[in-house]
């Protein structure tokens, strides 16, 4: 049994990655296969599709860049292979003529589109001796790059701004994350492995405010918490309690609350005036 992968939408077209080893383009409006490409592992993020090409990572640590038009490989490159990982992965993100690609090493590289060649690598591991999982360095959310910085975080309790041209760390913060960051304006937010929405400068790295939304509850009760993403003027974060919760985007304090009847482990996506969550039982849900 297979699973992971994930769908992303160019030019009418949908791109399709998946757990089955394989990545496929198909007619957005007939669901016709367009094409399919055979990949020698499983795929388990979402491809990422810019200027006539679909970056996607496998999970043996490589990235591989194909022709949106064939499905034909145009190059691939691949990194320190970890063996201690866990069964997710993230997507690359793409500026310009600079592809940013997370791998489960905790490294974050950037690389040329045109042609692979690497420009730099930085390496988001923070080690804790007292702890094993603090080994799994995934880097599980998509990099996110905002104005001329990549921002990453990693399993293993490392957060970074990290300059786009040259991959010097701006700033560093100890946050563990297996969720994509959100930037915005002058800040960016970001949501903890143990259920906490920091937000921080996104100059500096200094924290503006903490909201622990599993403060004071048994371990039973304590959600894992998927996003944050920022729509309508409030942050809105999921959790695999099947709960949705709207926050302050300036204080971090609890607006709204909704059930969703089942589980969410992936971040909302806004889009249209919508709010729309997949939970974990298939159900998609669109709030207004």
């Known amino acids: 049994e297979a699973y992971g992968g994930g769908v992303a939408y160019a030019d009418g077209q949908v791109f399709v990655a998946s757990g089955y080893r394989f990545v496929a383009a198909l007619d957005a409006k007939t669901g016709r296969q367009l094409w ?29 860049t194909l022709d949106v038009k064939t499905g034909q490989e145009l190059w691939s490159y691949q990194a320190l292979e970890e063996p201690a990982r866990m069964e997710v992965a993230s ?18 590289t950037a690389l040329k589109t045109a042609n692979g060649n690497d420009l730099w690598s930085f390496v988001l591991s923070l080690t804790n001796r007292n702890s094993a999982l603090s080994e799994i360095r995934d880097i599980a959310g998509r990099p996110v790059i905002y104005h001329g ?14 300059d786009l041209r040259t991959g010097q760390p701006k700033w560093s913060q100890p946050i563990a994350t297996i969720s994509a960051p959100w930037p915005a304006g002058d800040v960016i937010y970001v949501t903890d492995q143990a259920g906490t929405v920091v937000c921080l400068d996104r100059g500096s790295g200094q924290v503006y405010w903490m909201d622990e939304l599993n403060k004071n509850l048994r371990k039973k009760f304590r959600a894992n918490w998927s996003g944050p993403i920022l729509a309508s003027e409030r942050l809105i974060i999921v959790s695999d309690k099947g709960e949705l919760l709207a926050l ?4 971090g304090k609890k607006e709204t609350s909704l059930r969703l009847g089942a589980p969410a482990f992936l971040t909302p996506v806004a889009a249209g ?3 729309y969550v997949l939970a974990n039982n298939g159900d998609l849900v669109a709030i207004r």
């Not at 910085?149 to 990290?162: E, L, M, N, P």
């Open 91 to 108: 997507s690359p993100a793409v500026a310009g003529d600079t592809v940013i690609a997370p791998f489960a090493s905790g490294e974050l």
């Open 273 to 275: 005036g919508l709010l």
């Open 149 to 162: 910085d990549a921002f990453a975080g990693s399993h293993s309790g490392v957060f970074a701004a990290v």
């Open 248 to 251: 302050d985007p300036h204080t």
């Open 36 to 64: 399919r490409t055979e990949m020698n592992s499983p795929v388990h993020g979402a491809p990422n599709v810019a200027d006539g090409k679909l970056y996607v990572v496998d999970t043996e640590d490589q990235l591989h």
